[in-house]
C-alpha cells in the first residue's frame, strides 16, 4: 500500500498498523523460459511517512482497518450477504440482507469489481473481459533472517518485485513477488480475456512460475500457508461506472479504482481516496439533508481532486500494454541483448549495436517505432 492516502486521514498510522515491511528494493524483470533481466531500484535515502509504501496482509491490516472505524461509531456485520440494493420513488433507501431490509440515507457501494448492485440499479454494465484479469497468490512462510539474506533487506526493509514475459505464457499480465516479515506474497496476474488463448492453466502457470530459475532459489524450503484468487479491475477510467445516483455512491474496485502502469500497481491507496472522497461527501449531504445525485455530486469534485487526477493521466495505458509483443518479443529482446552482452566464449568480436540490432529485429524496426511512439503518448 502506498502510504500517503491513509496517512493523511489517520497520521502515523504505520506505528500502529499491521505493517509487514516498509518497501526499499523496486524490481522489475522481464523473463523468458529460462533467462531474466532485473532492473534493481535501490532507495537509500529517508523518506516522508507519505512517500514510502508498506507490504501489508489484507487479512491483519483490513481487521486492524476495522477496529479504527469501530473505534470511530462504525459497526461491522459480517457473514451476511447483501442480495439487493432497496429504491423508493427512484431513490436507494437501503439494502436488502438476507431477507432483512436496513435502512440508510446513503448507500456506499464497495462489493468489488463485478459490482451486480450497480449493475441492478442500472448505474454499471456488466463487465467485459476485456477490463478485468485473475490473479492468483500464494503466502510462503520463510524465516525472517532467510527472507533478509536473500533479498538484501536489513531490518525492516521489503522487496516489491514484479515479472513480465514467461510467468503468464507471453499473456497480458505477469508475475509478483512481495517480501512480508516472515512470508512472501507470491501470485501473477493474467488478463481474463486472453485465457480463452492460453495454453496453461492460471494454476499451471503459476507453478511454472515457481520453478523459473531467477524465481525458485527466492522460495527455496518455503512452506504453503495460504492460497488465494481474486478479480481486479484492469482498465482504470475505461471501466468506471456511474459513480453517483440518488442516495447512492460507488467506490473502491466497484468504480474501478485500480492502475497497472507496468512498473508498479496501484490499487489499495485509490480506494482509501475514494473512500475519503465519499465520506467527505456524506458528511456535507447530512448539513444539508440533501442525500440526492445533486446533492451528493461533490463526491466527483473530491475525485477529480485526488485520484482521478492519476487515473486520468494514465488512462490510454491500459491500451498500450493489451499489446502481445509487451509480454513475448520484448521480454525475449532484452533477455536475448543481455545474454550476449554478457557472453564472452572467445571467438571473434560482434561490435555491441550488431549484437543489439539482431536481437531488435526479432521485433521488426516498424513495431518498435510504432510501440515507441504510442508509448511516449500515453505516458
Excluded at 249 to 269: S, V
Aim: charged residues 20%.
Amino acid at each position: 500500500i502506498y502510504a500517503h492516502s491513509l496517512e493523511r486521514i489517520i497520521p502515523g498510522f504505520a506505528e500502529q498498523a499491521p505493517v509487514e515491511r516498509v518497501i526499499t528494493h523496486e524490481k522489475l524483470a522481464f523473463m523468458t523460459d529460462n533467462g531474466a533481466m532485473t532492473v534493481d531500484y535501490l532507495n537509500g535515502e529517508k523518506a516522508g511517512p507519505s512517500q514510502v509504501s508498506y507490504s501489508v496482509l489484507r487479512s491483519k491490516f483490513d481487521a486492524w482497518l476495522m477496529e479504527q472505524a469501530e473505534e470511530a461509531g462504525a459497526q461491522l456485520i459480517t457473514g451476511i450477504r447483501v442480495d439487493n440494493v432497496v429504491q423508493r420513488d427512484g431513490k436507494v433507501i437501503g439494502v436488502e440482507a438476507d431477507g432483512d431490509v436496513i435502512e440508510s440515507r446513503v448507500v456506499i457501494l464497495a462489493d468489488g469489481v463485478n459490482s451486480l448492485l450497480a449493475e441492478k440499479l442500472g448505474m454499471a454494465k456488466r463487465v467485459e473481459a476485456a477490463h478485468v484479469a485473475v490473479g492468483v497468490k500464494e503466502l510462503i512462510e520463510l524465516p525472517k533472517s532467510v527472507i533478509e539474506d536473500r533479498f538484501q533487506l536489513q531490518g525492516n526493509e521489503g522487496a516489491a518485485c514484479l515479472f513480465a514475459g514467461s510467468p503468464t505464457d507471453g499473456l497480458m499480465g505477469g508475475g509478483f513477488l512481495y517480501t512480508n516479515e516472515n512470508t512472501l506474497s507470491l501470485g501473477l496476474v493474467c488478463g481474463l480475456h486472453h485465457l480463452q488463448e492460453a495454453k496453461k492453466s492460471v494454476p499451471q502457470m503459476l507453478e511454472d512460475f515457481k520453478q523459473h530459475p531467477a524465481v525458485a532459489p527466492l522460495i527455496a524450503g518455503g512452506k504453503l500457508v495460504e492460497y488465494a484468487a481474486h478479480v481486479v479491475p484492469e482498465a482504470g477510467m475505461n471501466m468506471q461506472p456511474e459513480l453517483v445516483g440518488d442516495g447512492v455512491l460507488i467506490a473502491g474496485d466497484a468504480a474501478g479504482m485500480c492502475m497497472n502502469l507496468g512498473f508498479t500497481i496501484r490499487g489499495m491507496d485509490l480506494a482509501v481516496a475514494a473512500g475519503e472522497a465519499a465520506a467527505k461527501t456524506v458528511l456535507s449531504a447530512m448539513q444539508s439533508n440533501d442525500f440526492s445525485r445533486q446533492g451528493l455530486a461533490e463526491y466527483r469534485q473530491h475525485l477529480d481532486n485526488g485520484p482521478m487526477r492519476d487515473m486520468r493521466m494514465y488512462q490510454r495505458l491500459p491500451t498500450f500494454l493489451d499489446n502481445p509483443r509487451m509480454f513475448t518479443r520484448y521480454p525475449e529482446m532484452v533477455v536475448g541483448i543481455a545474454r550476449d552482452l554478457f557472453t564472452v566464449d572467445g571467438s571473434a568480436p560482434v561490435p555491441m549495436r550488431k549484437k543489439i540490432l539482431r536481437h531488435a529485429k526479432k521485433v521488426g524496426f516498424i513495431n518498435l517505432m510504432k510501440d515507441g511512439i504510442k508509448g511516449v503518448t500515453v505516458l
